[in-house]
């Protein structure tokens, strides 16, 4: 097995790397020329490092990225400066799972699992949920001022919507936390179908340590996997 992280330099990227450093999972990982990631990691004999932005990269290097991967973790996010809400790529996220699927799709032998790491503020109606009308104010209010969201909102939209429950060669997992904080070792946590609380007035906190124990598990467990599969599960501290 080979997986490929993307955002691996990220607060909860960092995490999933070093679960599948624990598990003994090749795991390659993308990462920008400028990144910091701690020694233990660039050093790890199961990690192979490949630099780049994502937003970057041609088709033939896309090709390349995921050649021998079988599965492929997103866990991309904007950085939280003016530049990096306001700024380009608007559609980091969006752009950067479209380019995967098309190429994947482009290859009829290669078969991907693909998680990508939302956010509890994306609500999936076509499962049937509803937010309140409280909260479809202030989610309308957010999607307009702050691009990253509208980016998680379509990236989510694409995988359900485009690729779907029969696409044979991309089965899909959209992982969505609440509030993350961040915690030195994994700890109970819960996983549910839709939000059992308000997205907006009590999101509740998830763990990074949690989230990515939750996605490596979705990568090494098949009865978890198939659980889950073509789902949006919401995943919240105990």
Known sequence: MRVL???ASGATGQQVVRQFINRHIHTRILIRKSAVLPKDVLENPWIEIVQGNINEIKDGEMNHLLRDCDVIISCLGHNMTVKGIFGKPRYLVFDAITSICETVRQRADRRVRLILMSTIGYTNTLSGERNSIGEKIIMSIVKLLLPPHRDNVKAANYLIAEIGRKDDQ?????VRPGTL???DEASPYEVCESPVRSPIFNAGTTSRTNVSHFMAEL?????LWKKWESKTPVIYNK
Not at 170 to 174: D, G, H, P, Q
């Open 170 to 174: 991309i089965k899909w997992v959209i």
């Open 219 to 223: 990568t090494v467990e098949d009865s």
């Open 5 to 7: 992280v993307l955002g």
């Open 181 to 183: 904080v961040n915690h």
